[in-house]
């Protein structure tokens, strides 16, 4: 079966830094997705790995292990607007993106 | 350029009642997807559409049809609403080019299903 885990919520202080795991199993693999959700609003794309490493975009990095099925997204200078869902999608054989639950990310001052 | 827009914003249904959910692209995109999404669960595909007169189901199709007449245009109907099927819905686009192909979303419709 196809599954994602990833930790329902984490708190972290303004300025610092959070890392937030995703683990995945899927039925072949074409890429994985991590996406940001406000509350009440639309996910919004942030990153995509399909190799093996690190993709750094400003303050947000994600990275990507194919053998170990897992992925992580880095957030750095945590910012109080950085207060949201994040959202961990790999991609099927099929180019079907398989959503986890997300990642309630709490910024306290 | 609008993106991804969707109609209504929210609505209430009493069961039993039916209802269309309208969602529009103008970027060109071969590709659209309707998902719904509830609390503590991941976004579920409903059904989607890989080009224009083409639909195909998605993980959770069951009390759902949808057309997609025009490329622009992608509509989920509803025909005998439940409360099971008070969710957010949300409308999504890509290229169709697979791979690194972003999806866009719409900014989703608040179905209350009485």
């Known amino acids: 079966g196809q599954n994602i885990d990833q930790p329902t919520e984490m708190t972290a202080t303004e300025g610092a830094i959070v890392q937030i795991n995703c683990t995945y199993q899927?039925?072949?693999?074409?890429?994985l997705f991590w996406y940001q959700q406000h509350a009440g609003e639309a996910p919004t794309f942030l990153s995509y790995n399909v190799l093996d490493g690190l993709e750094e975009k400003g303050r947000f990095s994600s990275f990507l292990s194919r053998s170990k099925g897992y992925s992580y997204l880095l957030l750095k200078e945590l910012q109080m607007k950085d207060s949201a869902s994040y959202l961990c999608a790999p991609m099927d054989s099929n180019y079907q993106l398989i959503w986890g639950a997300g990642t309630k990310l709490i910024i306290k001052p | 350029n609008a993106g991804v827009t969707q109609t209504p914003k929210f609505r209430v249904l009493k069961t039993g009642q039916s209802m269309t959910l309208l969602c529009a692209q103008d970027?060109?995109?071969?590709?659209m997807y309707w998902y719904r999404q509830d609390p503590g669960m991941g976004l579920r595909l409903i059904h989607y559409?890989?080009?224009?007169?083409?639909?195909a189901k998605g993980e959770v199709p069951d009390g759902y049809n949808v057309s997609r007449l025009k490329k622009q245009n992608f509509l989920l109907g509803l025909e005998s609403a439940a409360p099971s099927q008070t969710s957010v819905y949300f409308c999504?686009?890509?290229?169709?080019?697979?791979?690194?192909?972003?999806?866009?979303f719409g900014p989703g419709t608040r179905l209350t299903v009485l």
């Open positions: 899927t039925s072949g693999f074409n890429g």
């Open positions: 999504a686009s890509t290229l169709g080019e697979g791979g690194a192909d972003t999806q866009y």
């Open positions: 970027m060109n995109h071969e590709y």
């Open positions: 559409s890989v080009g224009e007169g083409t639909t």
